[in-house]
Protein backbone atom coordinates (compact mmCIF):
# COMPACT_ATOMS: atom_id res chain seq x y z
CA UNK A 1 0.00 0.00 0.00
CA UNK A 2 0.89 3.01 -0.90
CA UNK A 3 1.97 5.32 2.07
CA UNK A 4 -0.20 8.99 2.24
CA UNK A 5 1.05 12.30 3.57
CA UNK A 6 -2.01 14.87 4.30
CA UNK A 7 -1.85 18.36 6.57
CA UNK A 8 -3.31 17.58 9.92
CA UNK A 9 -6.07 20.37 9.62
CA UNK A 10 -7.03 23.68 7.67
CA UNK A 11 -9.33 26.10 8.70
CA UNK A 12 -11.59 27.97 6.50
CA UNK A 13 -14.85 30.35 5.95
CA UNK A 14 -17.85 29.53 4.84
CA UNK A 15 -17.97 30.15 0.60
CA UNK A 16 -14.19 29.72 0.18
CA UNK A 17 -12.75 26.80 -1.59
CA UNK A 18 -11.21 24.28 0.68
CA UNK A 19 -8.17 22.56 -1.07
CA UNK A 20 -6.30 19.62 0.73
CA UNK A 21 -3.41 18.08 -1.15
CA UNK A 22 -2.25 14.25 -0.27
CA UNK A 23 0.89 12.70 -1.08
CA UNK A 24 1.67 9.54 -2.00
CA UNK A 25 5.23 9.45 -3.76
CA UNK A 26 5.26 5.28 -3.90
CA UNK A 27 2.23 5.15 -6.05
CA UNK A 28 1.81 2.11 -7.82
CA UNK A 29 0.95 1.99 -11.33
CA UNK A 30 -2.77 0.53 -10.24
CA UNK A 31 -3.26 2.28 -7.43
CA UNK A 32 -6.27 4.50 -7.35
CA UNK A 33 -7.32 7.44 -5.14
CA UNK A 34 -10.07 7.70 -2.92
CA UNK A 35 -11.39 10.53 0.06
CA UNK A 36 -13.32 9.58 2.27
CA UNK A 37 -15.42 12.57 4.53
CA UNK A 38 -16.06 11.64 8.41
CA UNK A 39 -18.35 14.53 10.62
CA UNK A 40 -18.10 14.21 14.32
CA UNK A 41 -20.14 10.68 15.88
CA UNK A 42 -20.41 9.60 11.93
CA UNK A 43 -18.53 6.72 10.54
CA UNK A 44 -16.79 7.98 7.35
CA UNK A 45 -18.67 8.20 4.07
CA UNK A 46 -17.00 7.79 0.27
CA UNK A 47 -16.35 11.14 -1.40
CA UNK A 48 -14.86 10.63 -4.91
CA UNK A 49 -12.09 8.37 -6.59
CA UNK A 50 -9.83 9.22 -9.76
CA UNK A 51 -7.21 7.29 -11.18
CA UNK A 52 -5.75 10.22 -13.17
CA UNK A 53 -6.16 14.12 -14.43
CA UNK A 54 -9.43 15.55 -12.81
CA UNK A 55 -12.75 13.91 -11.54
CA UNK A 56 -15.96 16.04 -10.47
CA UNK A 57 -18.94 15.14 -8.84
CA UNK A 58 -21.92 17.23 -7.39
CA UNK A 59 -19.84 17.37 -3.69
CA UNK A 60 -16.36 17.61 -4.76
CA UNK A 61 -13.54 17.92 -7.35
CA UNK A 62 -10.26 15.55 -7.43
CA UNK A 63 -6.84 16.58 -9.34
CA UNK A 64 -4.28 14.49 -9.88
CA UNK A 65 -1.38 15.84 -11.60
CA UNK A 66 0.45 13.43 -14.27
CA UNK A 67 3.18 11.89 -12.43
CA UNK A 68 0.05 10.73 -9.61
CA UNK A 69 2.72 11.52 -6.83
CA UNK A 70 -0.02 13.91 -5.23
CA UNK A 71 -3.54 14.56 -5.40
CA UNK A 72 -5.52 17.69 -3.84
CA UNK A 73 -9.03 17.73 -3.12
CA UNK A 74 -11.10 20.94 -3.63
CA UNK A 75 -14.10 21.88 -2.49
CA UNK A 76 -16.00 24.58 -3.61
CA UNK A 77 -18.00 27.38 -1.75
CA UNK A 78 -17.57 25.62 1.70
CA UNK A 79 -20.41 26.23 4.48
CA UNK A 80 -20.00 25.08 8.13
CA UNK A 81 -21.74 21.54 7.36
CA UNK A 82 -18.08 20.81 5.69
CA UNK A 83 -16.45 21.25 8.90
CA UNK A 84 -15.27 17.41 8.68
CA UNK A 85 -12.00 15.31 8.76
CA UNK A 86 -11.31 14.02 5.36
CA UNK A 87 -9.15 10.97 4.43
CA UNK A 88 -6.97 9.94 1.93
CA UNK A 89 -6.00 6.26 0.77
CA UNK A 90 -4.03 5.04 -1.99
CA UNK A 91 -4.61 1.33 -3.30
CA UNK A 92 -5.66 -1.15 -6.04
CA UNK A 93 -7.93 -3.82 -6.99
CA UNK A 94 -6.25 -6.34 -4.74
CA UNK A 95 -6.17 -4.05 -1.42
CA UNK A 96 -8.51 -5.32 1.80
CA UNK A 97 -5.79 -3.64 4.39
CA UNK A 98 -6.85 0.43 4.64
CA UNK A 99 -5.14 2.48 6.51
CA UNK A 100 -7.19 5.39 6.86
CA UNK A 101 -4.42 7.48 8.95
CA UNK A 102 -5.22 10.43 10.91
CA UNK A 103 -6.73 12.65 8.18
CA UNK A 104 -6.83 16.10 8.11
CA UNK A 105 -9.52 18.00 10.01
CA UNK A 106 -11.07 20.62 7.85
CA UNK A 107 -12.86 24.16 10.26
CA UNK A 108 -15.19 26.14 8.43
CA UNK A 109 -15.87 29.43 10.24
CA UNK A 110 -18.64 31.47 9.73
CA UNK B 1 -32.35 -0.03 3.04
CA UNK B 2 -30.89 -0.25 6.64
CA UNK B 3 -26.96 -0.06 5.05
CA UNK B 4 -24.95 -1.41 7.98
CA UNK B 5 -26.59 -1.39 11.65
CA UNK B 6 -23.74 -2.13 14.65
CA UNK B 7 -24.91 -3.22 18.07
CA UNK B 8 -24.92 -1.63 21.27
CA UNK B 9 -24.51 1.83 20.20
CA UNK B 10 -22.27 1.94 23.23
CA UNK B 11 -21.39 -0.02 26.21
CA UNK B 12 -19.13 -0.18 29.48
CA UNK B 13 -17.25 -2.85 30.51
CA UNK B 14 -15.51 -4.68 33.04
CA UNK B 15 -11.84 -5.10 32.00
CA UNK B 16 -11.60 -8.77 32.00
CA UNK B 17 -14.81 -9.55 30.65
CA UNK B 18 -15.52 -11.04 27.11
CA UNK B 19 -17.73 -8.97 24.67
CA UNK B 20 -18.78 -9.00 21.10
CA UNK B 21 -19.65 -6.15 18.71
CA UNK B 22 -22.43 -6.66 16.61
CA UNK B 23 -22.47 -5.81 12.72
CA UNK B 24 -25.01 -6.81 10.08
CA UNK B 25 -25.11 -5.51 6.54
CA UNK B 26 -28.29 -5.47 3.99
CA UNK B 27 -26.38 -5.00 0.85
CA UNK B 28 -25.08 -8.23 0.14
CA UNK B 29 -21.13 -6.95 -0.12
CA UNK B 30 -18.95 -9.74 -0.21
CA UNK B 31 -16.02 -7.77 2.18
CA UNK B 32 -16.50 -6.30 5.34
CA UNK B 33 -14.35 -4.68 7.81
CA UNK B 34 -13.85 -3.46 11.31
CA UNK B 35 -11.66 -0.46 12.23
CA UNK B 36 -11.12 1.54 15.67
CA UNK B 37 -10.93 4.94 16.13
CA UNK B 38 -8.47 6.64 18.91
CA UNK B 39 -8.23 10.66 18.79
CA UNK B 40 -4.89 11.92 17.27
CA UNK B 41 -4.87 7.98 15.45
CA UNK B 42 -7.54 8.51 12.89
CA UNK B 43 -8.98 4.80 11.87
CA UNK B 44 -7.10 1.48 11.82
CA UNK B 45 -8.01 -1.47 10.74
CA UNK B 46 -8.89 -4.40 12.78
CA UNK B 47 -9.49 -7.66 10.76
CA UNK B 48 -11.73 -7.98 7.75
CA UNK B 49 -13.13 -10.32 5.61
CA UNK B 50 -13.09 -10.24 1.67
CA UNK B 51 -15.58 -13.17 1.27
CA UNK B 52 -18.12 -15.14 3.64
CA UNK B 53 -15.70 -18.31 5.21
CA UNK B 54 -12.65 -16.30 5.27
CA UNK B 55 -11.04 -13.52 7.83
CA UNK B 56 -7.84 -11.77 7.59
CA UNK B 57 -5.43 -9.85 9.67
CA UNK B 58 -5.38 -5.79 9.85
CA UNK B 59 -3.45 -3.31 11.07
CA UNK B 60 -3.74 -3.80 15.02
CA UNK B 61 -6.02 -7.36 15.50
CA UNK B 62 -3.84 -8.17 18.90
CA UNK B 63 -7.39 -8.82 21.36
CA UNK B 64 -9.91 -9.53 18.88
CA UNK B 65 -11.14 -12.23 16.81
CA UNK B 66 -13.40 -12.45 14.45
CA UNK B 67 -16.03 -14.33 12.16
CA UNK B 68 -17.78 -14.54 9.06
CA UNK B 69 -20.20 -17.56 8.41
CA UNK B 70 -22.62 -16.08 6.09
CA UNK B 71 -22.60 -12.79 4.21
CA UNK B 72 -24.37 -10.24 6.12
CA UNK B 73 -23.08 -10.96 9.71
CA UNK B 74 -19.21 -9.95 10.95
CA UNK B 75 -19.16 -9.92 14.94
CA UNK B 76 -15.85 -8.53 16.49
CA UNK B 77 -15.08 -10.49 19.88
CA UNK B 78 -12.91 -9.17 22.62
CA UNK B 79 -12.02 -12.23 24.26
CA UNK B 80 -10.76 -10.52 27.49
CA UNK B 81 -10.91 -6.60 27.84
CA UNK B 82 -8.23 -4.37 28.98
CA UNK B 83 -8.44 -0.55 28.72
CA UNK B 84 -6.46 -0.13 26.21
CA UNK B 85 -9.46 -1.46 23.94
CA UNK B 86 -11.60 1.48 24.94
CA UNK B 87 -13.06 3.20 21.80
CA UNK B 88 -15.06 3.50 18.70
CA UNK B 89 -15.28 0.89 16.81
CA UNK B 90 -16.51 1.22 13.08
CA UNK B 91 -17.85 -1.79 11.00
CA UNK B 92 -17.82 -0.99 7.05
CA UNK B 93 -18.87 -3.36 3.82
CA UNK B 94 -17.80 -2.87 0.31
CA UNK B 95 -18.53 -5.10 -2.81
CA UNK B 96 -15.17 -5.62 -3.31
CA UNK B 97 -11.71 -4.19 -2.34
CA UNK B 98 -10.48 -0.30 -2.25
CA UNK B 99 -12.04 0.59 -5.71
CA UNK B 100 -15.11 -0.13 -4.00
CA UNK B 101 -17.03 2.71 -1.59
CA UNK B 102 -16.60 1.29 1.82
CA UNK B 103 -20.07 1.89 3.77
CA UNK B 104 -19.72 2.13 7.25
CA UNK B 105 -22.07 1.67 10.29
CA UNK B 106 -22.92 4.70 13.23
CA UNK B 107 -20.21 2.74 15.58
CA UNK B 108 -20.06 1.43 19.08
CA UNK B 109 -18.50 3.56 21.66
CA UNK B 110 -16.87 1.03 23.91
CA UNK B 111 -15.02 1.80 27.31
CA UNK B 112 -13.47 -0.31 29.12
CA UNK B 113 -12.59 0.23 33.33
Known amino acids: LAKTTQPISMDSYEGQEVNITCSHN???????ITWYQQFPSQGPRFIIQ???TKVTNEVASLFIPADRKSSTLSLPRVSLSDTAVYYC???????????FGAGTTVTVRA | TAGITQAPTSQILAAGRSMTLRCTQDMRHNAMYWYRQDLGLGLRLIHYSNTAGTTGKGEVPDGYSVSRANTDDFPLTLASAVPSQTSVYFCASSAGPLTDTQYFGPGTRLTVL
Open chain 1, 26 to 32: NIATNDY
Open chain 1, 89 to 99: LVGDGNDYKLS
Open chain 1, 50 to 52: GYK
